[in-house]
């Protein structure tokens, strides 16, 4: 069975830090760019972080910038999304997905594979 499955996330308080790690079975991430989208209860989903696989370039939502670090190890089969200076703005469902064409943080079309999403909830 193909999937992908996220863990790490959990409740911090602002300024915290959490690790997301986006985990693949059935298949290898080599080859595939892996993006990071979140979804706030009432709000769309939204990209946050794409890293591709030919030369591990990444792209980043304006207001994470300087703040999440997204890495893979595909010797593990595994993508990360550090996130650091959590902000309460940050709260909601965070998943990853795999797309075997480009990266992407605006066309979910383009993504084959979703995890089922890890809560991360900043709050004091």
């Known amino acids: 069975q193909l999937q992908l499955v996220e863990s790490g996330g959990g409740l911090v308080q602002p300024g915290g830090s959490l690790r997301l790690s986006c985990a693949a079975s059935?298949?290898?991430?080599?080859?595939?760019?892996i993006g990071w989208f979140r979804q706030a209860p009432g709000k769309e989903r939204e990209g946050v972080s794409c890293i591709r696989s030919s030369d591990r370039s990444t792209m980043y939502k304006d207001s994470v910038k300087g703040r999440f670090t997204i890495s893979r190890d595909n010797a593990k089969n595994t993508v990360y999304l550090q996130m650091n200076s959590l902000k309460p703005e940050d709260t909601a469902v965070y998943y990853c997905?795999?797309?075997?064409?480009?990266?992407?943080?605006?066309?979910?079309?383009?993504?084959?594979?979703w995890g089922q999403g890890t809560q991360v909830t900043v709050s004091s």
């Open positions: 059935g298949f290898t991430l080599d080859g595939y760019a």
């Open positions: 997905a795999a797309s075997p064409y480009y990266c992407s943080m605006y066309e979910g079309g383009a993504y084959d594979y």
